[in-house]
């Protein structure tokens, strides 16, 4: 069995690739669903946006899923925390997703123009809300949860869903949702041709010069405006979890520390810079290149988020000090090392279906092959 300190990291790692993967997998489809009323005009064309991503949408929410599960068993401390203090708005996201399969499912039963745009709204809440919300709370944990701990380890949340609302969590829900339009939109310029591709691609670039200036604006802000949190004691690595044995304090740019310390990490801001600007720059020259230079974005743009609070998950800004890091708020050894192997065995099984799912539905959905499914395709 690996020590503590190890298999710690190593959850740290394996947390942060799951939902790297569901920000990308998922994220074109949210990116989809928000540039649904823009892209398509017609019915027929809607429908072509719908079913470039009606077939493997949910196979994609496999990876949201892990994620939650994973943050459960490997941080049940920071999944108590989060989801408890911020419930209101993990609701809204829920509600938003439950739009999406409905909206797909029924969406062309009725050939009534109101019963389809109520669903095509819908679709479009689907994919808006939870691109922002999720890019919100990523803000708030960057700036810090007000929660603490009693004696008896029982958490108090002591904000609410206003207080969530703040200006830097809103730029960076703006960031999250330019950046999934923008990785939405260059699927599209895969999926699509034509007229619906010709408005993706301008939906790309302006998606994508939109990313580089907000992401520009809250990385200048964190550095600049935002306290970060800093450890000032010793942290023993193999100890058990607990909240109480550090020193933490805030001061503003201290969220630039590990960049500074370790330059490589500049690595993630840069690869979210240049990801976006192949984008603007490639457009539909070379679709499939465009789509794997967002996917970078998304990856660079999360990264950075998470090695900038790096060892913190989730810092508390009423009691710092008993704000919760990888070293202190993870499940036991024993349970972080039967998980490994669960992962070391079903993750690979995961990766192959998904790449054999995408092999077999790839090709570009054609307003002729809508026509010639009316009562089969979304």
């Known amino acids: 069995m690996l020590d503590y300190e190890s298999l710690r990291l190593i959850w740290w790692i394996l947390v942060a690739v799951l939902l790297v993967g569901y920000a990308i997998m998922d994220g074109f489809d949210l990116g989809v669903g928000t540039l649904l009323p823009f892209v398509a005009k017609t019915d027929i064309e809607r429908r072509v946006l719908i079913n470039a991503i009606g077939p493997t949408w949910d196979g994609n929410q496999v990876w949201l899923v892990l994620g939650a599960g994973a943050i459960f068993a490997a941080w049940p401390a920071i999944y108590a925390t989060a989801f408890s203090g911020m419930y209101v708005a993990m609701l809204v996201v829920l509600f938003a997703l439950f739009l999406r399969p409905v909206g797909f499912d029924y969406r062309s039963k009725i050939e009534s123009p109101i019963w389809r745009t109520t669903w095509d709204y819908a679709l479009f809440l689907g994919g808006m809300v939870p691109a922002v919300v999720i890019g919100v709370a990523y803000g708030n944990f960057l700036q810090g949860v007000p929660f603490h701990f009693d004696e008896t380890f029982r958490s108090f949340y002591t904000g609410g869903f206003i207080d969530l609302l703040n200006p830097f969590a809103l730029l960076a829900g703006f960031v999250s949702l330019s950046m999934l339009v923008m990785h939405g939109a260059t699927f599209l310029l895969i999926k699509t041709e034509g007229v619906i591709q010709f408005r993706a691609l301008k939906a790309s670039r302006i998606a994508a010069l939109t990313t580089i200036v907000l992401f520009s604006v809250a990385g200048f802000w964190i550095a600049n405006g935002i306290e970060g949190f800093r450890i000032v004691s010793v942290i023993d690595y193999q100890a058990p979890s607990t909240p109480f044995a550090k020193e933490v304090i805030m001061e503003v740019g201290a969220w630039m520390n590990n960049f500074h310390q370790h330059p490589w990490m500049?690595?993630?801001?840069?690869?979210?810079?240049?990801?976006?600007?192949?984008?603007?720059?490639?457009?539909?020259?070379?679709?499939?290149f465009s789509w794997i230079a967002s996917g970078a974005s998304v990856t660079g743009i999360a990264g950075t988020a998470g090695l900038a609070m790096f060892p913190f998950i989730l810092p508390s800004s009423t009691h710092p000090s008993q704000s919760l890091l990888m070293w202190d708020a993870t499940s036991s050894q024993h349970t972080l090392w039967l998980m490994?192997?669960?992962a070391a065995i079903f993750m690979p099984i995961i990766l192959a279906y998904t790449a054999w799912v995408f092999r077999v539905l790839r090709g570009k959905v054609t307003e002729e092959q809508i026509r010639d499914n009316e009562h089969t395709a979304y």
């Not at 993630?268 to 499939?288: M, N």
């Open 340 to 342: 490994l192997i669960a």
């Open 266 to 288: 500049w690595i993630a801001p840069l690869l979210g810079i240049a990801g976006a600007v192949i984008v603007l720059l490639l457009g539909h020259k070379k679709p499939g």
